[in-house]
């Protein structure tokens, strides 16, 4: 896992870019993951919620200012993970509304060959606040600018020079 290895630093920024979650051909980068696999469960409705409890050393990004990169191409557990930052108020997101595919699902056959398929979805995720998600409208950002425009927005409301690599290689 990453996120305990980046946590134990003191860091004064993070910038975290999803702009491309979904590969430019359109289907899903991770698919061919070996790691992905299919999770067996009772049959019907199933809920799973999932909670984080912080710990009492909080680690080198506890008070770090995060800045997520979104665009029209951030895509479901991106668009999970930019919810979750949003909700929580731990992250500015910058850039533009993420793509709004908030509902997981697998592919049925529907035909013995398999030539065709569709898309099922099995389930949706949702902020538990309102039970709202994001299938279809996605998640808005914080400050809103062109996908191409968002690193050089996040890095001057980080308070860094906007030089693209220079000012990247003056926060290391």
């Known amino acids: 896992m990453i996120f305990p290895q980046i946590f134990t630093a ?3 920024l993070v910038q975290m870019d999803t702009r491309e ?3 430019r051909s359109g289907g899903n980068p991770l698919a ?3 790691s992905l696999r299919t999770v067996k469960g009772p049959a019907g409705v199933v809920r799973r919620e999932h909670f984080v409890t912080p710990a009492a050393n909080q680690g080198g990004l506890a008070k770090a200012k995060v800045y997520l990169l979104t665009s029209s191409r951030t895509a479901s557990a991106a668009e999970h993970l930019a919810m ?5 108020h ?3 997101l910058v850039g533009e509304t993420t793509l709004g595919a908030g509902h997981y699902g697998r592919m049925v056959p529907l035909d013995d060959s398999f030539t065709y398929a569709a898309f099922i979805p099995v389930g949706r995720t949702f902020d538990p606040d309102t039970n709202e998600g994001w299938e279809g409208t996605g998640v808005k950002p914080d400050v809103a600018v062109p996908a191409d425009k968002a690193l ?3 890095l001057k409301l980080a308070g860094v020079a906007t030089s693209g690599d ?3 290689a003056a926060l290391r």
């Open 152 to 154: 050089d927005e996040a």
């Open 32 to 34: 061919d993951l070996a």
């Open 10 to 12: 003191v860091t004064p």
């Open 84 to 88: 979750s930052l949003k909700r929580t």
């Open 90 to 92: 731990r992250a500015t």
């Open 166 to 168: 220079a000012a990247l």
């Open 21 to 23: 979650a979904v590969d």
